[in-house]
């Protein structure tokens, strides 16, 4: 079973930047599809970036692109998302999330298996 745990949130100004960490454990992880979610108050649950490990492909919100970039390190059996030119509507919890198996929707959250706690990120305008 893999565990995921979400760290790097916090309070910054508008045009700043954070970077999200979601550690992972499982033996298999590093293959997994992996992907960040965000969930702003009293806002549904909104796909924000995904990266798949077999093709070296990366996914992103058009609300994020240029501004967002998730990576991963194998060997640290990690992901991360850099959140660059930050805007007071990027605030949310956000949530890393992986699966096992690609299905080619990595923007539903329903085919994510595992999930973290989430992380708090608040932009201040």
């Known amino acids: 079973q893999v565990q995921l745990v979400e760290s790097g949130g916090g309070l910054v100004q508008a045009g700043g930047s954070l970077r999200l960490s979601c550690a992972a454990s499982?033996?298999?992880?590093?293959?997994?599809?992996k992907a960040w979610f965000r969930q702003a108050p009293g806002k549904e649950l909104e796909f924000v970036a995904a990266?798949?490990?077999?093709?070296?492909?990366?996914y992103y919100a058009d609300s994020v692109k240029g501004r967002f970039t998730i990576s991963r390190d194998n060997a640290e059996n990690t992901v991360y998302l850099q959140l660059n030119s930050l805007k007071p509507a990027d605030t949310a919890v956000y949530y890393c999330?992986?699966?096992?198996?690609?299905?080619?929707?990595?923007?539903?959250?329903?085919?994510?298996?595992?999930w973290g706690q989430g992380t708090q990120v608040i932009v201040s305008s």
């Open positions: 990266s798949r490990w077999t093709t070296d492909s990366t």
């Open positions: 499982g033996r298999t992880f590093s293959t997994y599809l």
């Open positions: 999330a992986a699966v096992r198996l690609y299905t080619g929707r990595y923007y539903d959250a329903r085919e994510y298996d595992y």
